[in-house]
């Protein structure tokens, strides 16, 4: 099992995780020991299962699916802030 850890206490954000490069993005972010966030107007719950399946429950602890319309100014600064809040940072 590969297990770099680049990405140890590094916070991610996503859009389009829910599918796609951003899944796959995410499954490796998560992998590598990131705080992930999934920024989708579609659902994240796949995503968020695959991570659990493919790389434990450490790695889903760290992940979060937040429904984002990246369109929408408003929605994006609560997101980022609400994120910024939490970690002290984004990287």
Do not use: P, W
Request: proline share 0%.
């Amino acid at each position: 099992k590969e297990e770099l850890n680049r990405f140890v206490d590094r916070v991610v954000l996503i859009t389009g995780g829910a599918s796609g490069i951003g899944q796959a993005a995410a499954l490796r972010f998560s992998k590598e020991g990131a705080y992930v966030y999934l920024l989708d107007m579609l659902d994240g719950n796949e995503t968020l299962n695959k991570i659990k399946s493919e790389n434990g429950y450490d790695a889903y602890k760290r992940c979060e699916y937040l429904k984002l319309d990246v369109t929408n100014y408003s929605q994006v600064s609560n997101v980022v802030n609400k994120i910024y809040n939490k970690h002290g940072y984004i990287d």
